[in-house]
């Protein structure tokens, strides 16, 4: 499968943490995106980094990529309530297809 | 900013009976859409991708005929669940492709069929 494995499954922190979310992914790829999913809706669309990319940042998110490494992670500071939610990496990879293989995702609870 | 509507958002049907999901680019034209499944708790897994003009093409363990994909114009695609069984129950989102480079991925919010 050329799904992406993301750990933790589920985390839990207190409002005013960090959060840090890891993706792993198998293949080489072009880009990878992270997504936002609040329950039983669709995604919203964080943060996109490029393959030559090694760090970006929008706002709250933090987002590293090491491509050497297959892997890539989030991180929210400053966690509110709000932010529960599941989120997502995907990627473009290099094998020419043009849709998104998405991680398996992190569940993400901030508790007030 | 890039906008996808689809609908409907929760459908009920009776076991045996078809249903249509629709997804409309609202303010661009989408040449490729993409349809995913969602079981709960998971990740977002790709049925198929449709073309604008022409056939769809479907992953593999996805049944063409039972999950029927039109994409007959540059804001439009359907997903038809043909023959829905309970199994068939699921959460389906639709993406569009805006573009040729970059992110220009935009996602339905998704429809909850229930085959009953």
Not at chain 2, 38 to 50: C, E, G, H
Not at chain 2, 87 to 106: N, R, V
Request: hydrophobic share 35%.
């Amino acid at each position: 499968s050329q799904q992406g494995e993301e750990d933790p499954q589920a985390l839990s922190i207190q409002e005013g943490e960090n959060a840090t979310m890891n993706c792993s992914y198998k293949t080489s790829i072009n880009n990878l995106q992270w997504y936002r999913q609040n329950s039983g809706r669709g995604l919203v669309h964080l943060i996109l980094i490029r393959s030559n990319e090694r760090e970006k940042h929008s706002g709250r998110l933090r987002v590293t990529l090491d491509t050497s490494k297959k892997s890539s992670s989030l991180l929210i500071t400053a966690s509110r309530a709000a932010d529960t939610a599941s989120y997502f990496c995907a990627a473009i990879l290099q094998t020419g297809a043009n849709n998104l293989f998405f991680g398996t995702g992190t569940r993400l609870t901030v508790i007030p | 900013g890039a906008v996808v509507s689809q609908h409907p958002s929760r459908v009920i049907c009776k076991s045996g009976t078809s249903v249509k999901i629709e997804c409309r680019s609202l303010d661009f034209q989408a040449t490729t859409m993409f349809w995913y499944r969602q079981f709960p708790k998971q990740s977002l897994m790709l049925m198929a991708t449709s073309n604008e003009g022409s056939k769809a093409t479907y992953e593999q363990g996805v049944e063409k005929d039972k999950f029927l994909i039109n994409h007959a114009s540059l804001t439009l695609s359907t997903l038809t669940v043909t023959s829905a069984h309970p199994e068939d129950s699921s959460f389906y989102i639709c993406s569009a492709k805006q573009g040729a480079l970059g992110h220009g991925y935009t996602f339905g919010s998704g429809t909850r069929l229930t085959v009953v």
